[in-house]
Nanobody, 124 residues
Framework: QVQLVESGGGLVQAGGSLRLSCAAS????????MGWFRQAPGKEREFVVA????????DYADSVKGRFTISRDNANNTMYLQMNSLKPEDTAVYYC?????????????????WGQGTQVTVSS
């Protein structure tokens, strides 16, 4: 069982930066692949980025490549999402997720556990 808690969301102007954190409970965090998804009002949940259990492999959605960076600290059971050059279209609730299989996936069904989400709003 893994419990996930996101933090770091907020309101930022276009071009600005935010750093999201996802704190995980449980001693098996290091064996899980982790991912970030987002959901804007009226839209489906979409994949943003994922990282393998080791942190060696990452997978980014085309819309965030070059702007967002995922990382993880297995010693402290935490995952991060550094978001730079934010755009109004990045506005959404951001969710972190954990996949017991250990390798990355881009579909919500690939993940076993979800956080409650944190709101990111980018003003123009």
């Amino acid at each position: 069982q893994v419990q996930l808690v996101e933090s770091g969301g907020g309101l930022v102007q276009a071009g600005g930066s935010l750093r999201l954190s996802c704190a995980a409970s449980g001693r098996t965090f290091s064996s899980y692949a982790m991912g970030w998804f987002r959901q804007a009002p009226g839209k489906e949940r979409e994949f943003v980025v994922a990282i393998s259990w080791s942190g060696i492999s990452t997978d980014y959605a085309d819309s965030v490549k070059g702007r967002f960076t995922i990382s993880r600290d297995n010693a402290n059971n935490t995952m991060y999402l550094q978001m730079n050059s934010l755009k109004p279209e990045d506005t959404a609730v951001y969710y972190c997720a954990a996949a017991g299989r250990g390798y990355t996936g881009s579909h919500p069904g690939d993940y076993d556990y979800w956080g409650q989400g944190t709101q990111v709003t980018v003003s123009s």
